[in-house]
């Protein structure tokens, strides 16, 4: 048995902007990750290159009625998390890529 730690995340953060008026918002969120380079070879775990997503969201308050429209992933950026083959059904250690562009909308009904 080795002396490395398994699974150690890499550091990651988050930065957002949020515009905010009364039925009206919009905000930008960057996500971010360095690359993870403390690994355990022992469990064959492998280095991770680092990453940023930039995210989207608008909505609009009418009455009771909520709308939101987002955007992940806008310039639909191919990236791993880190450890991204560990966890089953994927310890076959293939890696698996994080989705790519997403839009959806929501309605929300309040009464």
Not at 30 to 42: I, P
Not at 46 to 52: C, I, L, N, R, V
Not at 61 to 79: G, P, S, W
């Amino acid at each position: 048995m080795g002396t490395n730690l398994a699974e150690i995340p890499p550091l990651s953060g988050s930065l957002g902007l949020r515009y905010d008026r009364v039925s009206t918002f919009g905000e930008a969120e960057l996500v971010m990750a360095a690359s993870q380079q403390h690994v355990d070879t022992d469990v064959a775990e492998q280095s991770t290159p680092g990453y940023s997503v930039l995210n989207l969201r608008v909505g609009r308050q009418i009455k009771a009625l909520r709308l939101t429209f987002d955007l992940d992933n806008v310039f639909n950026t191919l990236y791993l998390g880190y450890l991204s083959y560990q966890r089953d059904p994927f310890r076959s250690t293939v890696r698996v890529h994080e989705p790519g562009r997403n839009v959806y909308a929501n309605i929300a009904y309040r009464f």
